[in-house]
């Protein structure tokens, strides 16, 4: 999955740089390569990255909750004794 995600990332990063050196000669097609390869990356590439780094987690681990709260100012007051 690693290998899945940095090969796309790598792909759309080159889509940007050459939709970006298209756009010198023709700009209407550099702006259409541009804007495929933004779109890709917001609605296909971040899904995926996200679910990879969140898969297997727990969100209330992360989350500001009572619990939490009163972990970390215990944690704290200890530190400061």
Not at 7 to 33: R, W
Not at 47 to 72: A, C, H, Q, V
Request: proline share 1%; no cysteine; charged share 20%.
């Amino acid at each position: 999955m690693k290998n899945l995600i940095s090969l796309l990332f790598f792909i759309l990063i080159s889509g940007i740089i050459a939709g970006t050196y298209v756009a010198n000669d023709d700009e209407v097609l550099g702006n259409k390569i541009i804007g495929f390869s933004v779109v890709f990356l917001v609605f296909v590439f971040m899904p995926i990255f996200l679910y990879n780094r969140w898969k297997g987690k727990k969100l209330s681990d992360y989350t500001l909750s009572e619990e939490n709260l009163k972990k970390m100012k215990a944690k704290s007051s200890k530190s400061i004794k």
